[in-house]
């Protein structure tokens, strides 16, 4: 076996301590037993490997369970590597293939104070160019898709926060501007995963939408699809799934594991 001069760590000890920490991926701790078992790794040389991950609090051990779960330096890595992603660099090809796909104006929002700030938009199709003006740089929150997406996933204090000082005024006649019926299309949406807007910021434009989660399941931003009503509704569906497919192509690369989730809710 490979030794590094001037270190007693082998490359085989370093794929061994890889092997470990990817092991978390699919549970949220292990005995001493059942990681050897799974790894299959005998217990004296993987005690050893353990040893030295905990003294660098890759590792913690559970006084009263005895199981071995990921350490803090875990999280700090994480942590630095979030703040590295610039979310308009990681979602720019997921959006242009979305637009390519449904060959379709595609928007990418987050919340900013009390509005939707568009950080992109793209367009593979020229005549949808004239839809670049049904949102600006900022919109508001509750008469556009991104909008009501952002806020559904948000914390309940943020709405609250958000309707008590937030006049709903109506953009068109299909906006709502009902408090409470405000509050149960939010539900609605946390339930979907998706909204479909049907002209409640400008009439003849309607938006399907849903969000981008970072790590931890926060929401990130948001992603629509905004075209004329009539090639939203007559493809409802297929535009669903390609924008379903595509956020959680983004929120992947973010950080974001919807199965490492359960995993540490039931465990």
Known sequence: METKKGSSTSYGNVAHALDILLAFKTKRGFTLAEMSETLNIRKSYLLKILDNLQEKRFIMQDSETGKYQLGLA?????????KRLDIRKVASPSLVELST????????????????????????NDSNLGLQFHLSLTSPLYS?????????????????????????????????????????????????????????????????????????????????????????????????????????????????DSQLLKVAYNN
């Not at 875990?74 to 942590?79: D, H």
């Not at 906006?175 to 019926?181: A, G, K, L, S």
């Not at 399907?208 to 926060?218: C, D, E, L, Q, T």
């Open 144 to 256: 556009t898709a991104l909008g009501k997406v952002l806020l559904a996933f948000s914390e309940e204090g943020k709405v609250n926060q958000y309707l008590s000082t937030t006049n709903l005024v109506p953009c068109t006649m299909h906006t709502t501007v009902d408090p409470e019926i405000f509050r149960l299309e939010l539900t609605q949406i946390r339930k979907d995963g998706y909204y479909l807007s049907y002209e409640t910021f400008e009439s003849g434009i309607s938006c399907v939408s849903a969000p981008v989660f970072a790590k931890n399941g926060i929401i990130r931003a948001a992603i629509s699809i905004c075209a004329p009503t009539i090639r939203i509704m007559s493809k409802k569906d297929e535009l669903v799934k390609l924008l379903l497919d595509t956020t959680s192509k983004v929120s992947e690369k973010l950080g974001y």
């Open 101 to 124: 796909a449904t060959n379709e104006l595609v928007h990418l929002g987050v919340m900013d104070a009390n509005v939707v700030v568009l950080l992109e938009r793209v367009s593979v």
């Open 74 to 82: 875990c999280l700090e890595l994480g942590n630095a590597f979030e």
